[in-house]
């Protein structure tokens, strides 16, 4: 166990709806980022939150935005849902960004699933 | 795109003997970590190594890096049912931040 938790486990939406995703990092860490990870292949940078700013974003299109709230915990939002979303989406929570590597925490994932 | 690749990408091996699994990359690295997931779900953080160091061990897992070809390799030795699942090596491009670049990973079976 990690300490990291995300909400929903699962969800169904349509094409075209929006879907928001909540991670809670793991206590003390103050930096969240958030992957997409599509049917066997690895997981793919969506962006990363440090104390409420976005601090750097993956190659994905602006209707995947995100918040970081004072507890640190996070969203991650994604309108005019494509069939292409449909995905495991990871939370990681870390202590901090920087020049050297923090190790990240994943949590458990959601899976969305778009009609 | 994904930085890193996995090799092999599928590897059936029985109880008892080592895997092992390699992990090339493109661009200069600050770390590289190996990561485990199980069924779909979380990754779980294994190991570690930082440019500077060539070898890590760390419980029946032995992690390499050469960073002049680079690329590293897993070992998991004495292998166990519970080692199956998916390995992917993640490095964080050199630059500051956190951002994770993941290969396409290696999915491992042990058999009993």
């Known amino acids: 166990e990690t300490g990291v938790t995300q909400s929903p486990t699962h969800l169904i939406k349509t094409r075209g709806q929006q879907v928001t995703l909540r991670c809670s990092s793991q206590?003390?860490?103050?930096?969240v980022s958030w992957y997409q990870q599509a049917l066997g292949q690895g997981p793919q940078f969506i962006f990363q939150?440090?104390?409420?700013?976005?601090?750097g974003r993956g190659n994905f299109p602006p209707r995947f935005s995100g918040l970081q709230f004072p507890n640190y915990s996070s969203e991650l939002n994604v309108n005019a849902l494509e069939l292409d979303d449909s995905a495991l989406y990871l939370c990681?929570?870390?202590?901090?960004?920087?020049?050297?590597?923090?190790?990240?925490?994943f949590g458990p994932g959601t899976r969305l699933l778009v009609l | 795109s994904q930085q890193g690749e996995e090799d092999p990408q599928a590897l059936s091996i029985q109880e008892g003997e080592n895997a092992t699994m390699n992990c090339s990359y493109k661009?200069?690295?600050?770390?590289l970590q190996w990561y485990r997931q199980n069924s779909g779900r979380g990754l779980v953080h294994l190991i570690l190594?930082?440019?500077?160091?060539r070898e890590k061990h760390s419980g029946r897992l032995r992690v390499t890096l050469d960073t002049s070809k680079k690329s590293s390799s897993l070992l998991i030795t004495a292998s166990r049912a519970a080692d199956t699942a998916s390995y992917f090596c993640?490095?964080?491009?050199?630059?500051?931040?956190?951002?994770?670049?993941f290969g396409g990973g290696t999915r491992v079976l042990v058999k009993p």
């Open positions: 206590s003390g860490h103050n930096t």
């Open positions: 939150y440090y104390r409420e700013e976005e601090n």
């Open positions: 661009t200069s690295i600050n770390n």
């Open positions: 993640a490095t964080d491009g050199g630059a500051a931040g956190n951002k994770l670049t």
């Open positions: 190594i930082r440019s500077n160091e």
């Open positions: 990681a929570s870390s202590l901090a960004p920087g020049g050297i590597q923090e190790t990240q925490y």
